[in-house]
């Protein structure tokens, strides 16, 4: 039996600024850490995600806003990386359109934050399918979005390198290209139905695909990815669910989870999921995963969870900032 605790993950601090004027820099980050033992061969403790991120907008030109935030973790490995540098162009009317290095609008899962999942960690599936597994699911390009609250309406086209190669340059002429539309169907404040879907394709270039493949393997050929997203809230009882589809030349890999939260006496939170990934690396298990969790809001920005999940029995926990809670999974 393999049993996992993650203890802490919470807020740092949050600065408003270096003064009064809105246009100078603003400050945010949290840290997340974890304990991890199987009580008979080893015990650690890690730091899952530790990030720090400055923004703001760029004087006399409020609609011209960005965003800068490094990450370290020893989770795996050690890695410090700049994980975000990017700068929007906003109009109220037209839209919003986003330069630099970011994640792409694909899937709805990897398009929440890490503090507000309800989980320890995002489904398999959403893991494996990012482009580009090695950079934290970020990568260098554009994307235009357009958003209307009276539309309840949310589309984006992203056009990114395909074949990144160290330090992440693109090693040919091919690109990435993504597209996600999603629409509330009853966008109130009690109840909320979403429901939408997202698409991808580029043309790999001998490229490793490690989450899917063998890590020895160099693909070449169409890579068309796919997915169908669902979100249901309706007071204080959330269910969401992904499918999510990729055609590799003649292959097929596929997956999807099923997440549902209950929140009850404002600090405590029920949860149940269950989710299966289907790759095409025969030393991996496809067996589907199943879990209950149990969620503890500490403060305003701590967070406690854990998770047990079956088949390989293991339990977790996290404490985590923004909208502190804590869980036992």
């Known amino acids: 039996m393999k049993v996992f605790f993650l203890f802490f993950e919470a807020f740092l601090w949050t600065i408003v600024g270096f003064s009064q004027n809105s246009n100078y820099p603003k400050w945010n980050g949290y840290i997340q850490t974890r304990f991890i033992s199987d009580f ?15 923004y703001g907008e760029v004087p006399k030109a409020d609609y011209i806003s960005y965003k800068i935030q490094m990450n370290y973790r020893s989770y795996k490995d050690e890695t410090l990386i700049l994980q975000d540098a990017y700068a929007d162009i906003c109009s109220k009317n037209y839209g919003k359109l986003r330069v630099g290095r970011f994640v792409p609008d694909f899937m709805l899962q990897r398009m929440q934050p890490d503090y507000e999942i309800p989980v320890l960690e995002r489904a398999l599936v959403v893991n494996s399918f990012v482009h580009n597994e090695k950079q934290m699911a970020r990568e260098m390009g554009l994307s235009y979005v357009f958003e209307r609250d009276s539309l309840s309406l949310h589309f984006s086209f992203g056009l990114f390198n395909a074949n990144v190669d160290k330090p992440t340059h693109s090693k040919d002429n091919f690109f990435l290209y993504t597209s996600r539309l999603t629409y509330q169907l009853i966008p109130t404040s009690d109840l909320k139905l979403h429901i939408g879907g997202s698409a991808a394709y580029r043309h790999l270039n001998k ?21 169908v997203e669902f979100q249901f809230l309706f ?35 029920a949860v149940l999921l269950t989710e299966k990934y289907n790759d095409l690396n ?25 998770r047990h999940k079956n088949p390989e029995v293991c339990c977790e926990a996290k404490l985590s900032g923004r909208n502190s809670m804590a869980s036992i999974f």
Do not use: C, M
């Open 282 to 306: 025969a030393t991996t298990d496809d067996n589907p995963w199943y879990g209950v969790g149990f969620n503890y809001q500490i403060s305003g920005k701590t967070k406690l969870n854990g």
């Open 40 to 54: 008979d061969k080893s015990s650690e403790f890690i730091i899952r995600r530790a990030k720090l991120w400055i």
């Open 235 to 269: 007071k204080h009882v959330e269910l969401q669910t992904e499918y999510l589809e990729a055609k590799i030349n003649d292959d097929i890999v596929h997956g999807y989870y099923l997440l549902a939260d209950y929140t009850f006496y404002q600090k405590y939170q």
């Open 207 to 227: 490229t490793t695909l490690t989450t899917i493949y063998d890590a020895n393997s160099l693909i070449s050929g169409s890579d068309i990815r796919w997915g």
